[in-house]
């Protein structure tokens, strides 16, 4: 990736190996919202809070994703958001796009699943009355 | 040349035309089985049309979505040659791909004939079913491991959305059950993705493989023992082996198939699980490739443990189920085990060129047949749940006499499913077996020697229930109170015709098994020289 992100933004030498130790913190925030997030759809009884722990798993994916694009302090120079003008004459080193190109669209499959998730909690509210895992599972063994 | 608009087509006929019946809607009511069913032959045309430019004209259709920009480009930056890298989205149409496009497309096309009396009636139920078809082709047909997850996503909404299309709660309920776990699973997947998109620097499935194996100038050495790149096949096996129903992640499966109107249990127990046992055989054998394996053979071990133990869980929790749907819904988690197991004795570090090719053969047949006859089987139960009420295997006593088109399909297509020849359900499991005798993997032999006599374990009660036990000796013989559904409790020619073609058809595929292999052999060829490309 780091070589990547170089041979994209034109930069040559200093990997960004060095960096990752001053922006490393993001990594590990990514497994820490991972497991929370998975933690949340695993344990909690609450149909929306599962969702939420849904949304917080993927989240943390973005965040991942986002974390590889970025570009730290190399060589004096910090990277910039891929833009670049027409009239550009050298590269600066410029953050990869892909990856946010990769977040943008997961968001958007994000939105799409969390909007298909509530409408079905309103459905189930609406037919059995509750919210809660074990409660429905109750309602439901009575039918 | 026009071959290369094919791929684009079969992904953008569906998706718009799934707009047409919702637009068309608002004029008139219920047009939407008529649009589904025009795009739809036009779709299994253009389908056709694809699979005789990939098999009979030994082409490998490829397009590059994008136009003039994007494509294989070498651009150099800096000192960093891109060495032919592929920039943008390709859609690949080979000698795998090309059968599941053949087979969504006629499967799609003929689950209508069953829908237009079973119903759901509404236009938007069409919409998702067109949406769900367009998805499944994209699925199939992309080249690019991000894209892979978008449809894989559009693939499993269009999913949640028609299990739960008959608004009753308890599908509702089962919609959101797959919803929270599949999502789960796909994110699992894009994880895998994101790992190895950091390690190779890019999404192409050619182009990870070769970066993986080492080839451009600036990777040293071949990745493949990598922890990141170990990690990224755990999380992808996962992600895609939870959307495949493999058995401890299977939990989602049989709610699912059982809760949803019977139209969709069709469609999906044929297509859905079915596409994602794909991706994870395409990935595994195409992109990570033997000399992954190779050099990390626990995991594929731990992948046929995992299948091996899904078959037999699978087999023994189908035995133990009363509602016919759950039977069958149980025994697709036995069946994708054997499928992911074919996966893994392919690439297995102990199978020579003999087993990898009949390990391959075998999950190609197999996914098909089994596609074939669990969509033929769902039809049939469904036909003779609308039309005799019966939906506990104890309800199926004497029906046989009643309904003999339905039970006698219901009796082949079980048949197939143990896998008694010439059926096709006897070609792939015959592959399978052969592959694992030929890798000397003992265990799993007896894996498939067992998941025979499970499967003739389930489907043997419930045909002695449908022939050999007397309509009076279990049930009483009130007329059962008939479900007030949106059929009506009727059955048309359509419902039967497809259980019968199913039952048909599984029998006829097993006498063409020689072609189907041959249809592969290039794959064949690709896995047994670790090519990242399958060429004719």
Redesign the interface.
């Given at each position: 990736m780091s070589r990547l992100v170089s041979a994209t933004a034109g930069v040559t030498g200093t990997p960004l190996v060095t960096d990752i130790l001053t922006n490393q913190y993001t990594y590990l925030l990514f497994a820490l919202l991972l497991v929370i997030g998975l933690y949340m759809v695993v344990a909690s009884s609450n149909l929306v809070k599962k969702i939420i722990g849904l949304n917080l798993f993927q989240s943390a994916i973005f965040l991942f994703f986002v974390s590889t694009a970025y570009l730290g302090e190399s060589g004096g120079e910090s990277g910039q958001a891929p833009i670049i003008p027409k009239k550009a004459v050298a590269y600066d080193p410029y953050a990869s796009p892909l990856p946010q190109v990769i977040v943008l669209t997961a968001i958007v499959v994000g939105v799409a699943l969390t909007a298909v998730g509530l409408a079905l909690v309103i459905r189930i509210y609406g037919e059995y009355g509750t919210l809660d895992e074990e409660t429905l599972r109750e309602v439901r063994a009575d039918d | 040349m026009t071959e290369e608009l094919l791929p684009v087509l079969l992904i953008v006929v569906p998706i718009l035309g799934a707009t047409l019946p919702l637009v068309l809607g608002l004029f008139r009511e219920r047009v939407g089985w008529a649009v589904a069913a025009g795009t739809l032959s036009v779709e299994a045309a253009v389908a056709t049309w694809l699979g005789y430019a990939v098999y009979i004209g030994d082409q490998r259709v490829v397009h590059v979505l994008g136009g003039e920009t994007f494509g294989r480009k070498e651009v150099t930056?800096?000192?960093?040659d891109?060495e032919g890298f592929i920039v943008g989205i390709e859609l690949v149409a080979d000698a795998l791909s090309g059968l599941l496009v053949v087979l969504v497309a006629l499967v799609a096309l003929a689950v209508l004939a069953y829908a237009r009396r079973a119903g759901p009636r509404r236009n938007a139920f069409y919409s998702a079913y067109l949406l769900l078809t367009g998805g499944l082709m994209g699925l199939v047909l992309t080249g690019d491991l991000?894209n892979l997850?978008?449809f894989l996503?559009i693939v499993?909404?269009m999913t949640?959305?028609l299990v739960?299309s008959d608004?009753?709660?308890?599908s509702?309920?089962a919609?959101?059950k797959y919803?929270?776990i599949g999502?789960?699973g796909a994110?699992m997947y894009?994880?895998g993705v994101?790992y190895l998109?950091?390690?190779t620097?890019?999404?192409n499935m050619v182009d990870v493989s070769r970066v993986l194996a080492g080839e451009p100038a600036?990777v040293e050495n071949a990745l493949y023992s990598e922890p990141l790149v170990v990690a990224s096949f755990g999380f992808i096996a996962v992600g895609l082996a939870t959307k495949a129903a493999i058995f401890p992640l299977h939990t989602w499966q049989p709610d699912a198939y059982s809760e949803s109107p019977d139209s969709v249990t069709v469609l999906i127990s044929a297509l859905v699980s079915t596409t994602a046992a794909y991706a994870l055989a395409r990935i595994t054998w195409v992109v990570f490739s033997p000399d992954f394996f190779a050099a990390n053979p626990r995991t594929v071990e731990l992948l046929l443990a995992i299948a091996a133990v899904s078959v037999v869980a699978g087999s023994l929790l189908a035995a133990m189920q009363r509602r016919v749907k759950r039977v069958f819904a149980y025994s697709s988690v036995a069946q994708f085990g054997l499928i992911v197991m074919a996966v893994g004795t392919a690439v297995h570090p102990a199978a020579g060129d003999q087993a990898t090719q009949f390990a391959v053969y075998g999950v190609v047949v197999h996914l098909i047949g089994h596609a074939v006859i669990k969509g033929g089987l769902f039809a049939a139960i469904g036909a003779l749940n609308s039309s005799a009420g019966a939906r506990y295997v104890r309800e199926y006593a004497g029906l046989a006499k009643q309904r003999p088109f339905l039970s006698g399909s219901l009796a082949v297509l079980g048949f197939s499913l143990i896998g008694v020849p010439p059926a096709v359900g006897f070609v792939g499991k015959w592959y399978i077996g052969l592959a694992a005798v030929e890798a000397e993997l003992w265990p799993l032999v007896f894996v498939v020697f067992a998941s025979t006599l499970l499967t003739l374990l389930y489907v043997a009660r419930l045909l002695e229930k449908l022939y050999f036990t007397p309509l009076a000796a279990e049930t009483d013989t009130e007329p059962r109170p008939a479900v007030a559904a949106d059929g009506g409790g009727s059955v048309s020619y359509g419902m039967v015709a497809l259980a019968v073609l199913a039952a048909v058809l599984a029998v006829g595929l097993g006498f063409a098994g020689a072609e189907l292999t041959d249809a592969v052999q290039p794959l064949v060829e690709a896995i047994q020289e670790s090519s990242p490309e399958v060429h004719p």
């Open positions: - | 930056v800096g000192e960093f891109t991000f997850f978008v996503e499993g909404l949640y959305a739960a608004r009753s709660g308890a509702a309920v919609a959101l919803l929270i999502t789960t994110s894009l994880v994101g998109f950091v390690r620097g890019t999404l600036w």
